[in-house]
């Protein structure tokens, strides 16, 4: 006999939870089945929600993660208890760092039955609470009716607050428990829900703060802008205000492409180099706009500056992070900068004739200084960003083909372009985030471009890829191990151990799983297969060896 699946004949909380997926407009969600998931399956079989097979828990975690940095809409992870929940924690912290909202799911202990140390299978001491050391909030419905509520409201509270990754754990008898119709009805974990929202949002206009900021920037001569990846998604705006004011753009690699990196104003993400110092103490203004200035983004080598700084945030913790403002801005870097426009109007400002002009000479340092790392990837990155669109989305890894490569010589139209786990540096995120990415803007090309110690992470992803037929270019800079410890061990003069690995036929690999491979020589091989590859059906990976100090150009 054939077991129910419409939602209808067994309404539980796998009912309700997904119906919540769907009532807030999720219309992907990556995860693995698992014994203690199953109702929420049942009802995802017949719900308009795509759900996405991954090879590993933490696969889905960077998947949501991809697909939310790329389409700006949150992702949705989904694990079975334990092993599972715990598989997708690297990803959890990897979209913390940056401020992604991604929703983790997962089922918990029956009520009652936590932290008794019963032998329960996948059982742990306190899972809830071991996620809420890596995630803004880590909630457990107490009843089916919760579910609805929690997951509205985690939905509502991105749209005004920080956007930082939720778990949701829902307790085994809870997802199978009978669900009534939802009903909005008050909650413990909405309120705690709501609490977290409020300590790092915004509601309204800080109308001091922008009367503040405006103040300045009407007599600023040497204004220079700094856009973080709270900034990714100002487009347009940002751009409006770097003309208003004839700012230079300096952003971190999270707000990669805030403002077209083609912009005669754009410096790119180039924060980390030493030759936007000499910007930060000549400008007599400097704007930042959602970042915390971290150590992430500066490399050892905090800012110092010989004027004012307005801080825009809308967390209010990172006001005054890093960095002491003069003025701060408690609101959405978008609304905050329209209304930064809007007070500024057409009054005449009188920047420094010099000030805007000395960008060519400033950036010419800055490509320099890139140059002394990167050198050996920005051929693969400059020939690679010419032969493709230039919306085309590119997935890096914590590697140096990424870091010193694709950072700097990778020009990005827009925020988001450019997929990178800049705060918690993981390996194995590339390729799973451009799956991620590819499954949320079909239309755009996206390319997997990372380092083969990274690959080797997550290389189980590649048959999620061809299961899903996405046209997925995953190019490898191969230098056989992990070349930036093996560096840091020789500088330390530490014999290099644990680094090197034996030779892998990555085209090979890739067939294996039922995708295409090629082992190149040159960039511009590089360049024809990558082109050909964003419109095969299924991934085609594409390894290049760089472990002598570069590809050759031909």
């Given at each position: 006999?054939?077991?129910?699946?419409?939602?209808?004949?067994?309404?539980?909380?796998?009912?309700?939870?997904?119906?919540?997926?769907?009532?807030n407009?999720?219309?992907?969600?990556?995860?693995?089945?698992?014994?203690?998931?199953?109702?929420?399956?049942?009802?995802?079989?017949?719900?308009?929600?795509?759900?996405?097979?991954v090879?590993h828990?933490?696969?889905?975690?960077?998947?949501?993660?991809?697909?939310?940095?790329?389409?700006?809409r949150?992702?949705?992870?989904?694990?079975?208890?334990?092993?599972?929940?715990?598989?997708?924690?690297?990803?959890?912290?990897?979209?913390?760092?940056d401020?992604?909202?991604?929703l983790?799911c997962?089922?918990?202990?029956?009520?009652?039955?936590?932290?008794?140390?019963?032998?329960?299978?996948?059982?742990?001491?306190?899972?809830?609470?071991?996620?809420?050391?890596?995630?803004?909030?880590?909630?457990?419905?107490?009843?089916?009716?919760?579910?609805?509520?929690?997951?509205?409201?985690?939905?509502?509270?991105?749209?005004?607050?920080?956007?930082?990754?939720?778990?949701?754990?829902?307790?085994?008898?809870?997802?199978?428990g009978?669900?009534?119709?939802?009903e909005?009805?008050?909650?413990p974990?909405?309120?705690r829900?709501r609490a977290?929202?409020?300590?790092?949002?915004a509601?309204?206009s800080?109308?001091a703060?922008?009367?503040?900021?405006a103040q300045?920037?009407?007599a600023?001569?040497?204004?220079?802008?700094?856009?973080g990846?709270?900034?990714?998604?100002i487009?347009?705006?940002?751009?409006?205000?770097?003309e208003?004011?004839?700012?230079?753009?300096?952003?971190?690699v999270?707000?990669k492409?805030?403002?077209?990196?083609?912009?005669?104003?754009?410096?790119?993400?180039?924060?980390?180099?030493?030759?936007?110092?000499?910007?930060?103490?000549?400008a007599?203004?400097?704007v930042?706009i959602?970042?915390?200035?971290?150590?992430?983004?500066?490399?050892?080598?905090?800012?110092?500056t010989?004027?004012?700084?307005?801080?825009?945030?809308?967390?209010?913790?990172?006001l005054g992070?890093?960095?002491?403002?003069?003025?701060t801005?408690?609101?959405d870097?978008?609304?905050?900068?329209?209304?930064?426009?809007?007070?500024?109007?057409?009054a005449?400002?009188?920047p420094?004739?010099?000030?805007a002009?000395a960008?060519?000479?400033v950036?010419?340092?800055?490509r320099?200084?890139a140059?002394?790392?990167g050198?050996p990837?920005e051929?693969?990155?400059r020939e690679?960003?010419?032969?493709?669109?230039?919306?085309t989305?590119?997935?890096?890894?914590?590697?140096?083909?990424?870091y010193?490569?694709?950072?700097?010589?990778?020009?990005?139209?827009?925020?988001g372009?450019?997929?990178?786990?800049?705060?918690?540096?993981t390996?194995?995120?590339g390729?799973?985030?451009?799956?991620?990415?590819?499954?949320?803007?079909?239309?755009?090309?996206?390319?997997?471009?990372?380092?083969?110690?990274?690959?080797?992470?997550?290389?189980?992803?590649l048959l999620t890829?061809?299961?899903?037929?996405?046209?997925?270019?995953?190019?490898?800079a191969?230098?056989?191990g992990?070349?930036?410890i093996?560096e840091?061990?020789?500088?330390?003069?530490?014999?290099?151990?644990?680094?090197?690995?034996?030779d892998?036929d990555?085209?090979?690999?890739?067939?294996a799983?039922?995708g295409?491979g090629?082992?190149?020589?040159?960039?511009?091989?590089?360049?024809?297969?990558a082109?050909?590859?964003v419109?095969?059906?299924?991934?085609?990976?594409?390894?290049i060896?760089?472990?002598?100090?570069?590809?050759?150009r031909?």
């Amino acid at each position: 006999m054939t077991p129910p699946s419409s939602r209808d004949e067994r309404a539980n909380g796998g009912a309700a939870l997904v119906a919540a997926l769907e009532r807030n407009g999720v219309d992907v969600v990556f995860g693995i089945p698992g014994v203690h998931n199953l109702e929420i399956y049942r009802h995802l079989a017949s719900s308009p929600v795509r759900h996405v097979a991954v090879r590993h828990e933490q696969g889905a975690g960077y998947a949501a993660d991809g697909y939310a940095r790329a389409s700006g809409r949150p992702g949705v992870c989904l694990t079975t208890s334990g092993p599972g929940a715990t598989n997708a924690c690297t990803a959890a912290a990897t979209a913390y760092a940056d401020s992604v909202p991604v929703l983790l799911c997962s089922p918990g202990p029956p009520i009652g039955q936590e932290g008794l140390d019963l032998g329960l299978l996948h059982e742990m001491k306190d899972q809830g609470a071991h996620f809420e050391t890596l995630v803004a909030a880590s909630v457990r419905p107490t009843s089916p009716s919760e579910i609805g509520d929690i997951v509205d409201e985690v939905f509502a509270g991105w749209q005004r607050a920080r956007r930082r990754p939720v778990h949701l754990e829902l307790p085994v008898d809870v997802i199978e428990g009978e669900s009534r119709p939802h009903e909005a009805t008050g909650s413990p974990a909405v309120d705690r829900l709501r609490a977290v929202f409020e300590s790092t949002g915004a509601v309204g206009s800080d109308d001091a703060g922008l009367d503040g900021a405006a103040q300045l920037l009407s007599a600023a001569c040497k204004p220079l802008l700094v856009l973080g990846g709270g900034a990714r998604n100002i487009g347009d705006d940002g751009r409006r205000l770097a003309e208003r004011l004839r700012a230079p753009v300096i952003t971190t690699v999270n707000g990669k492409g805030a403002i077209s990196e083609t912009h005669p104003l754009s410096l790119g993400a180039s924060i980390r180099l030493p030759g936007t110092r000499l910007l930060f103490r000549s400008a007599d203004v400097v704007v930042v706009i959602g970042s915390e200035l971290g150590d992430s983004d500066l490399w050892g080598d905090p800012v110092h500056t010989g004027g004012d700084v307005v801080r825009i945030d809308i967390d209010p913790h990172q006001l005054g992070k890093n960095l002491g403002a003069t003025v701060t801005v408690r609101m959405d870097s978008s609304a905050a900068v329209r209304a930064l426009l809007a007070r500024l109007g057409e009054a005449p400002i009188r920047p420094d004739s010099t000030w805007a002009q000395a960008v060519d000479g400033v950036r010419e340092t800055l490509r320099k200084e890139a140059l002394v790392d990167g050198a050996p990837y920005e051929a693969i990155n400059r020939e690679l960003s010419a032969a493709l669109p230039g919306a085309t989305i590119v997935a890096g890894d914590s590697a140096q083909v990424s870091y010193f490569g694709t950072a700097h010589f990778w020009p990005m139209e827009r925020g988001g372009q450019f997929l990178y786990p800049t705060g918690y540096a993981t390996l194995g995120y590339g390729l799973p985030a451009a799956i991620g990415a590819k499954l949320a803007c079909p239309d755009v090309p996206v390319v997997v471009l990372v380092g083969d110690g990274g690959f080797l992470f997550t290389a189980q992803e590649l048959l999620t890829a061809v299961e899903q037929h996405l046209p997925l270019p995953v190019v490898i800079a191969d230098n056989h191990g992990y070349a930036e410890i093996r560096e840091g061990m020789e500088e330390r003069g530490i014999p290099p151990m644990a680094v090197d690995r034996p030779d892998v036929d990555f085209a090979a690999l890739s067939r294996a799983f039922g995708g295409r491979g090629h082992a190149v020589r040159s960039v511009d091989e590089l360049c024809t297969r990558a082109v050909e590859a964003v419109t095969t059906d299924g991934p085609t990976v594409i390894s290049i060896d760089v472990s002598d100090g570069g590809a050759e150009r031909r």
